[in-house]
């Protein structure tokens, strides 16, 4: 069989290794794609398309996904474009989805090879997706509303009044961060907004004692605009992290091994205050 230059066409070979009880037999299927590599049919199917697929949210998350004069960028779009230069393909990112939950299921429902947008790993997201090995950690945090939080606390020493915090606390809907209040504030009533910005104007005007979100986030909001520091106050969780990966369809276990080398062989590493800079760039 000839391969033509019009079209050109796969080839799958069976390789079969022995092993196990009895001699069964195990058996891996790797496809030869037109440049003459032998690759894993996950790998194969975005080379053969010339194309990796990637999902976002549709709005920006700077310093992670951020459009200006329609041109994408920020660390997770970065980390996408070494991807694909790795695999030798071109890259499309798709905006559609409007939660952080949506970006993860548009992997899921296999409509993109890869997912990103400060994407954190949850169980929720777990029981549909695979995440690649953690490119970042990001500690958690409270912009709290200082008299709102007063009167909560009592007489309680600060740390202990936040440890068994019992007010309002704003997050983010559709966001890992509806999981991680209800697991890590038990006491609290959580008060969903569709965008952070309503949540901090929300502990602004006391509506709402607290928001819950990353330290990146949370001290944004206070360096933005320093006489913040009258009204609102800040606190850091050392023992609470949101694990930021990249999101993998449930069935593609050799693109998330790609995926991870990609990640572990980055040279910059990145920390909150180099994530604080970009951002005020």
């Known amino acids: 069989?000839?391969?033509?230059?019009?079209?050109?066409?796969?080839?799958?070979?069976?390789?079969?290794?022995?092993?196990?009880?009895?001699?069964?037999?195990?058996?891996?299927?790797?496809?030869?794609?037109?440049?003459?590599?032998?690759?894993?049919?996950?790998?194969?199917?975005?080379?053969?398309?010339?194309?990796?697929?990637?999902?976002?949210?549709?709005?920006?998350?700077?310093?992670?996904?951020?459009?200006?004069?329609?041109?994408?960028?920020?660390?997770?779009?970065?980390?996408?474009?070494?991807?694909?230069?790795?695999?030798?393909?071109?890259?499309?990112?798709?905006?559609?989805?409007?939660?952080?939950?949506?970006?993860?299921?548009?992997?899921?429902?296999?409509?993109?090879?890869?997912?990103?947008?400060?994407?954190?790993?949850?169980?929720?997201?777990?029981?549909?997706?695979?995440?690649?090995?953690?490119?970042?950690?990001?500690?958690?945090?409270?912009?709290?509303?200082?008299?709102?939080?007063?009167?909560?606390a009592g007489d309680q020493p600060v740390s202990q009044a936040v440890r068994n915090f019992n007010g309002t606390i704003g997050v983010l809907a559709g966001s890992s961060w509806e999981e991680f209040v209800v697991r890590n504030f038990t006491k609290a009533s959580p008060v969903r907004f569709a965008a952070w910005d309503q949540a901090v104007d929300a502990v602004k005007k006391g509506v709402v004692v607290a928001a819950y979100r990353d330290a990146v986030e949370v001290r944004s909001v206070m360096r933005s605009d320093p006489s913040l520091a009258l009204k609102l106050r800040t606190v850091t969780f050392s023992d609470l992290a949101s694990v930021l990966c990249v999101v993998v369809g449930p069935n593609d276990t050799v693109l998330k091994s790609f995926v991870d080398e990609v990640v572990v062989n980055q040279r910059e590493k990145l920390t909150v205050n180099l994530l604080l800079k970009q951002m005020e760039r």
């Not at 069989?1 to 079969?16: A, D, N, Q």
């Not at 037109?34 to 549709?58: F, H, K, Q, S, Y």
Request: hydrophobic share 50%; charged share 20%; aromatic share 6%.
């Open 1 to 152: 069989m000839r391969l033509t230059s019009v079209r050109w066409r796969s080839f799958l070979l069976v390789i079969l290794g022995w092993g196990g009880l009895a001699g069964a037999a195990a058996q891996t299927a790797l496809v030869l794609v037109p440049d003459g590599r032998l690759l894993a049919p996950d790998i194969a199917r975005i080379v053969i398309r010339g194309e990796l697929i990637v999902a976002l949210l549709n709005k920006d998350t700077p310093p992670f996904v951020q459009e200006k004069n329609g041109v994408l960028s920020g660390v997770d779009i970065e980390l996408m474009q070494k991807v694909a230069q790795e695999l030798k393909v071109t890259i499309r990112f798709e905006r559609i989805a409007t939660t952080y939950d949506g970006v993860a299921m548009r992997v899921a429902g296999g409509h993109a090879d890869l997912g990103v947008s400060k994407l954190a790993r949850t169980f929720k997201r777990a029981q549909s997706v695979l995440f690649s090995t953690p490119y970042m950690h990001l500690e958690h945090a409270l912009l709290i509303n200082r008299v709102a939080f007063a009167k909560v």
